[in-house]
């Protein structure tokens, strides 16, 4: 939680993208049908879709106008300008703890689960998220946060370059064996920086088990129990699923 | 009288075969379980697991996926005075007075008594809350029904505000601001009158609106997951203790203390968005106050977690009674088990009664075994429970977010659900540092459309007249008690009433004297 400074500064901010935000608000509310025709409908003010917008953007405003007072009373605005021409501070270490946090779910939703096999996707995300926290350790916690990114980096280059697409035409499963060989890479990096201590020894062993455990629950129990198709299906769900029907 | 009594029987029926249904049974204790385990873990909460939870009753009956829900919400509750006694740092919100006590207690080497009694005590707060459930929701909704579509746009903006004024940890404005956020959420997507789009940035995926679920996921889950990886939050090595009795000569004795706490429980309860940690102070101020030995406070007194368990467990019957009656959550779990009954395409509001007849009566019968179900789940495996304390969040939290997403996805099988979720929860994360309450914007997104569509149905029929607030006795309170919520808060209104209240106060002085 942020300090009262911190707070009011925050107040300040906010205020001002509060201003902003129902001015965006009430700029599109009134280019809404108010009187005009529309899908054969003709409009009175209270019919119109624009009705509650104008009424959240008014209230918003009145809230942002308040917030303002109230931050600039406060001494929000003065810890603003203050805090504008002191530079050059570097980041805090929460900002990297949370910067990494940031890291695991963005290129999850948005890079991996929409083109690299679901339970690869997860296996990589646990391996990073608990390896990441669970030791504890800002040299790891550093160490890792970059190589991750630099995988994913490399991910999102093979298919933002049409790259991917070329080896998957050659071979469908390629993009998965990219994936499994960064998993196994970012597990042996590891293993080489927690080698030296027998607690960070058994904390990979712990951290191997959960990573490779919670795809292998959650993927079967939503695909074949909850009967839900998952995001990607690529080599590992094929396999299950190939195991799965000539079991059953 | 004979409606009583087919009512009655109805409940006793509903009762009869649930307790016989072994896949109920089961469905009932593992979600119990569940709930005590969310809510005994630090970070975890029983909105969460709520949550979670709705993913997994998809493919579920709604009779079943109550019993689920109901089930994690009443372990949840109850399972945080697990963390709040034995390590001192409350597994809920809901929890947090029960550590002032509950702590002290563990001290001295009585955590066994302390939780025998927070177990018997939020056994019976979730019965009180029951009959409450029972007996108001209908006399509600049948008062409801007399509702135009003015009371309907007045109490869901009524329903917001309160919310967002009760809630805030800050200045009350910014409750009031997640509020308007949640309402903006709300009309994104094509509106149910003429079908226009409304800030959908020509998004095919956002015509239909932005989806409940999600967004409470995202909202309720990502910052928890953000403050505890980010504050690197550490296990605590619990106290231990020998066994767990149900204490009830000690329950006898404070008899008074819980009748007193259910019915706060209950009242906070049935007030739209505040939860059961508002519930827990209350009474535990209460108890402090109309107690003989208010300096026992704080030192491990026994009526003091009595009082807030009770409440905090005599909460979910109250959150139930605005839901089921108006379809107007009463507290944050409340409103994901609106978005689950949603989906399972039942509707609560006025209208459940003739769509649904049986439902509150099986709500009824789901909370009492819920009840029953945790108080048998805390007598005999508290010792489990304990265990999964020493886990550190670092190795749960992923298995979460995963859960999380995959809960997300599944809901239709549509990847843009999380694309939706992730921003959500950020900015949710920021907002919460910034000490802006999250239940009213969660309110907001789930009361907007009602807002939205029963304001302009309201004035199409009344051809834009403002008029029916003025002429409809509820309406007019409505509007009164929404009026003076936002007048008290604005400083010179304040002073204007205080100097009104002193000179009254000065006048009968005066004429005292």
């Known amino acids: 939680m942020m300090d009262n400074q911190q707070l009011r500064r925050a107040d300040f901010i906010t205020s001002i993208i509060l201003l902003l935000f129902s001015l965006w608000i009430l700029g599109q509310a009134l280019q809404m049908p108010m009187k005009d025709t529309y899908g054969g409908v003709t409009n009175v003010w209270y019919v119109s879709p624009a009705l509650l917008p104008i009424f959240i953007s008014v209230g918003l405003f009145a809230l942002g106008v308040v917030l303002l007072v109230y931050s600039i009373k406060t001494g929000g605005a003065a810890y603003f300008f203050e805090r504008v021409k002191v530079r050059g501070q570097g980041f805090p270490e929460s900002f990297v703890r949370f910067g990494s946090i940031l890291l695991a779910f963005l290129s999850l939703v948005y890079l991996d689960i929409p083109r690299i096999d679901f339970f690869l996707s997860i296996l990589l995300f646990m391996l990073f998220f608990v390896s990441a926290f669970y030791y504890d350790d800002d040299h790891i916690l550093h160490s890792l946060s970059i190589f991750y990114l630099a995988g994913q980096g490399i991910i999102l280059v093979l298919f933002v370059t049409g790259i991917a697409a070329a080896l998957q035409s050659v071979f469908k499963y390629s993009m998965d064996v990219v994936a499994l060989l960064f998993f196994l890479v970012m597990l042996f990096y590891l293993r080489k920086m927690t080698r030296e201590s027998a607690d960070y020894q058994k904390k990979w062993r712990i951290t191997l088990i959960v990573t490779i455990v919670t795809p292998a629950v959650i993927a079967p129990v939503f695909r074949y129990l909850l009967l839900v198709p998952l995001p990607k299906e690529g080599g590992i769900i094929e396999l299950l699923n190939l195991i799965y029907y000539t079991i059953r | 009288m004979m409606f009583v009594l087919e009512r009655l029987g109805t409940f006793f029926g509903n009762l009869g075969s649930l307790a016989i249904d072994p896949v109920s049974l089961i469905i009932l204790f593992s979600a119990t379980f569940m709930g005590i385990m969310f809510g005994a873990l630090p970070g975890l909460t029983s909105t969460l697991g709520v949550a979670l939870l709705t993913t997994l009753t998809y493919g579920m009956g709604p009779e079943m996926a109550m019993i689920a829900l109901l089930g994690v919400y009443v372990g949840g509750t109850y399972g945080g005075s697990y963390a709040s006694i034995l390590i001192n740092i409350p597994g809920t919100a809901a929890a947090a007075a029960t550590a002032l006590d509950g702590y002290p207690l563990a001290v001295k080497g009585e955590a066994g008594k302390a939780l025998g009694l927070t177990t018997t005590a939020s056994a019976i707060g979730t019965f009180v809350g029951m009959i409450f459930v029972v007996s108001i929701s209908p006399l509600i909704a049948r008062l409801a029904l007399q509702f135009t579509s003015f009371e309907f746009f007045l109490l869901a903006f009524f329903g917001i505000l309160i919310s967002g004024t009760l809630t805030s940890p800050d200045i009350v404005y910014k409750g009031w601001i997640a509020g308007f956020i949640g309402l903006f959420l709300a009309v994104v997507g094509r509106d149910a009158l003429q079908f226009y789009p409304r800030f959908t940035f020509g998004l095919p995926q956002l015509e239909g609106g932005v989806e409940v679920v999600p967004v409470l996921i995202g909202a309720f889950g990502i910052p928890q997951i953000i403050q505890v990886l980010k504050d690197r939050f550490q296990p605590v090595e619990a106290k231990t203790f020998q066994r767990i009795l149900p204490e009830f000569g000690t329950i006898v004795r404070n008899m008074k203390h819980i009748l007193r706490s259910a019915l706060i429980g209950v009242g906070i309860g049935s007030v739209p968005g505040i939860g059961e940690d508002i519930a827990g102070w209350v009474s535990y101020g209460a108890a402090k106050n109309s107690s003989k030995h208010p300096e026992r406070f704080g030192t491990g007194a026994y009526e003091a977690v009595i009082s807030t368990e009770t409440a905090n467990n005599a909460c979910i019957g109250g959150a139930m009674i605005p839901l089921l009656s108006l379809g107007v959550p009463g507290s944050p779990p409340a409103a994901m088990l609106l978005g689950a009954l949603l989906l399972h395409g039942i509707a609560p509001g006025p209208m459940l009664r003739i769509d649904h007849p049986n439902f509150i009566l099986q709500v009824t019968a789901i909370l009492l075994l819920a009840s029953f179900a945790m108080w048998i789940l805390g007598m005999v495996l508290a010792k489990q429970v304990v265990k999964v304390l020493r886990i550190p969040p670092m190795l749960f939290m992923p298995i979460i977010a995963v859960l999380m997403i995959i809960?997300?996805?599944?809901?239709?099988?549509?990847?843009?659900?999380?694309?939706?979720?992730?921003?959500?929860?950020?900015?949710?994360?920021?907002?919460?540092?910034?000490?802006?309450?999250?239940?009213?914007?969660?309110?907001?997104?789930?009361?907007?459309?009602?807002?939205?569509?029963?304001?302009?149905?309201?004035?199409?029929?009344?051809?834009?007249?403002?008029?029916?607030?003025?002429?409809?006795?509820?309406?007019?309170?409505?509007?009164?008690?929404?009026?003076?919520?936002?007048?008290?808060?604005?400083?010179?209104?304040?002073?204007?009433?205080?100097?009104?209240?002193?000179?009254?106060?000065?006048?009968?002085a005066d004429s005292g004297s």
Do not use: C, W
């Not at chain 2, 959500?424 to 910034?434: D, K």
């Not at chain 2, 009213?440 to 149905?457: F, K, S």
């Not at chain 2, 607030?469 to 009026?483: D, E, N, Q």
């Open chain 2, 407 to 508: 809960g997300s996805y599944a809901l239709n099988a549509k990847i843009f659900n999380l694309y939706l979720m992730i921003p959500v929860g950020i900015v949710a994360y920021f907002l919460t540092e910034m000490k802006y309450p999250i239940a009213p914007l969660v309110i907001g997104v789930i009361l907007g459309p009602m807002a939205d569509e029963n304001l302009r149905r309201a004035l199409m029929v009344s051809q834009g007249s403002f008029a029916p607030v003025f002429t409809r006795p509820v309406a007019l309170i409505l509007f009164l008690v929404i009026a003076f919520t936002v007048l008290s808060q604005i400083p010179i209104v304040r002073k204007f009433f205080a100097a009104i209240k002193d000179m009254i106060f000065h006048g009968n």
